[in-house]
């Protein structure tokens, strides 16, 4: 049987729209054993966020603090992450030993968390709204439990049209606008010879395409093994588009970026998401129409 862990709850970025559906999402990680911390105080709520910079900053600090916690997941991302930045002790964090996780706003902790300090976190589910569905996802949480037990991970995917190949590297990546976000600051890690993954939501192609020419004009893309794309969703194409959507964008960029590019990853604002260790020794064996990404070299629970 596996051992009940101690979970802190962070709202970093944007607060709970659904307070009653985070009580239940709470009640049922406490059914299942786990000892849950919710340090989130939905009447400390502020404009579009969690609370203040100072209220989510006190937050992430209790969560890393907390003796009884190993697994620190965020609320939700939205916007709110960039302000805090500046002002996190990664070295704290770091040295806590907690196992940090979330996803899309929550990539600029994980890059400034390496940048700072080496330290692997986890681009996976968050409180809202993957533990507090109606229905949750299986797939989702069966990954984010295999994945932070260990001592290895592997995630299938795959699409027609992609190459075949046999890749090693470290594995980062996370929400493509978050790291276009922080390239040239002191928050930005990336990894020679790595395997870059991707995700955004509602982002036309022709900004897809832009943000990822400048992580190739900076100077991000250089020797990278592979680009694994996730999901791409929620835009709308208008009649200006004329023709070009996301598969001509895709065609466009595996033209110009001399990086193999896979499409087909189970990762994104989408229900069936896969957990990815930011940091992690990663194998990537493609077949051309399907690939097994296999994790090792990462922090588990104890």
């Excluded at 709970?16 to 054993?33: K, M, P, W």
């Excluded at 940048?115 to 069966?142: E, H, N, Q």
């Excluded at 295999?146 to 699409?159: N, S």
Aim: charged share 20%.
């Amino acid at each position: 049987m596996n051992k009940p862990v101690g979970i802190a709850i962070a709202g970093l970025g944007g607060y709970a729209v659904h307070e009653d559906a985070l009580a239940r999402g709470i009640t049922r990680l406490e059914a299942a054993g786990h000892l849950v911390h919710n340090y989130y105080d939905p009447a400390q709520k502020f404009q579009r966020f969690a609370g203040t910079d100072a209220s989510r900053l006190a937050q992430l600090n209790a969560a890393a603090e907390d003796p009884d916690v190993q697994v620190v997941i965020a609320l939700r991302g939205s916007y709110g992450m960039s302000r805090l930045l500046p002002y996190i002790d990664y070295r704290k964090m770091a040295d806590s030993g907690k196992l940090f996780v979330g996803y899309s706003d929550f990539t600029a902790f994980q890059t400034a968390l390496m940048k700072a300090t080496g330290r692997i976190s986890f681009a996976g589910p968050m409180m809202c709204d993957d533990f507090i569905r109606d229905d949750p996802v299986d797939y989702t949480l069966t990954q984010f439990w295999d994945c932070l037990r260990g001592p290895t991970h592997a995630v299938q995917g795959g699409a027609e049209g992609n190459p075949v190949l046999d890749v090693q590297g470290k594995l980062w990546g996370g929400n493509l606008a978050m790291l276009a976000h922080v390239v040239g600051t002191p928050y930005f890690a990336n990894f020679d010879n790595g395997i870059l993954f991707l995700e955004d939501i509602g982002e036309h192609p022709y900004k897809v395409e832009r943000m990822m020419l400048q992580l190739l004009h900076a100077g991000v893309l250089d020797g990278q093994q592979a680009i694994l794309l996730g999901d791409f969703g929620g835009y709308r194409l208008s009649d200006a588009d004329n023709g070009y959507n996301f598969d001509e964008m895709l065609a466009f960029l595996r033209e110009r970026l001399p990086i193999p590019i896979l499409t087909g990853l189970p990762f994104g604002h989408i229900k069936t998401r896969c957990t990815l260790p930011f940091g992690a020794t990663a194998h990537l064996q493609s077949a051309g129409s399907n690939f097994t990404l296999t994790l090792s070299n990462y922090p588990t629970l104890a």
